[in-house]
């Protein structure tokens, strides 16, 4: 009996498909807010329940020279304005353990990134706030072998756990999404995600090169994951996906998301309705 993980309002896992949107990385405040105004909206008029996701750091970027974010302190500022302004529920990952604390203030749902989903102290600590936690599939384990890091956080006494499906390593520098992930992450029990931005990032390459990203495939993945049966949807969006300082070549465009999400909430509910 796969579990429902309540976030706010939000049933994660139940019929009733879920989003989670917001830029890669906190940015200016103009395109945080335009981003969350813009999800607001397009929420209310398609009924979709929007978990609002922004990373106050991005401690992965591949030289030191990349944008990481304003870091916790103002990252978190920002992240709790968007909470009061637009009430939606917060997503937000964290790299330290010791970032927990004041992460767990803000955020409703902490995301533990893919290459760290396997450190004991990081997974134990995020488990110990009370939290959902997302756990991000890791590019190196096979899905079912996702109930590893599952069962850290089960050892603190936290089953509120969502698993998050992003692609497999496969040759040098490319991603593939196996549709036979989704059905052995769901047999564990959690609510699946699907992360289908990041899963047509083109590592290597910098994310502000148009040949960083394949947005091109977004829609068929998409609905490939909805058919498997994901429970959400996972899609980094901004006001100007060019202009963005992090994974610019696979983010979507907010004012894009709309459409983009209406034939995918038509599938889901044929999926509901031949689930049952």
């Excluded at 993980?5 to 009733?16: A, L, S």
């Excluded at 807010?33 to 929007?50: C, D, Q």
Aim: charged share 25%; aromatic share 8%.
């Amino acid at each position: 009996m796969k579990k429902i993980v309540k976030v706010g309002d939000i049933n994660c896992g139940g019929d009733e498909l879920f989003l989670i949107s917001g830029p890669c990385v906190i940015e200016d405040e103009m395109t945080m807010m335009k981003t969350a105004e813009m999800l607001k909206e397009v929420g209310e008029r398609l009924n979709l329940p929007i978990i609002y996701k922004s990373s106050f750091t991005k401690d992965n970027r591949s030289t030191v020279d990349n944008y990481q974010g304003p870091g916790l302190d103002e990252g978190l500022k920002m992240l709790q304005r968007i909470k009061n302004n637009f009430g939606f529920p917060i997503l937000s990952d964290v790299h330290y353990p010791d970032q927990m604390k004041a992460a767990a203030e803000v955020l409703d749902v902490i995301q533990i990134p893919a290459y760290l989903v396997m450190q004991t102290g990081l997974v134990t600590e995020a488990a110990k706030t009370g939290k959902v936690i997302n756990l991000k599939h890791a590019q190196f384990l096979a899905p079912d072998n996702m109930k590893l890091p599952a069962a850290k956080v089960e050892s603190e006494g936290n089953s509120d756990i969502i698993l998050t499906e992003r692609g497999y390593a496969f040759g040098y520098n490319d991603l593939v999404v196996d549709p036979r992930a989704f059905y052995h992450m769901r047999a564990l029990g959690y609510p699946v995600v699907f992360d289908v931005t990041h899963s047509v990032r083109r590592y290597g390459i910098p994310s502000a090169d148009p040949a960083g990203g394949n947005r091109e495939f977004l829609p068929g993945l998409a609905r490939a994951g909805v058919a498997a049966g994901i429970d959400g949807m996972f899609v980094e969006t901004h006001p100007e996906p060019a202009k963005a300082l992090c994974d610019a070549a696979s983010q979507l465009c907010v004012y894009d998301i709309e459409e983009f999400m209406k034939p995918i909430l038509e599938l889901h509910a044929v999926e509901v309705k031949y689930r049952e």
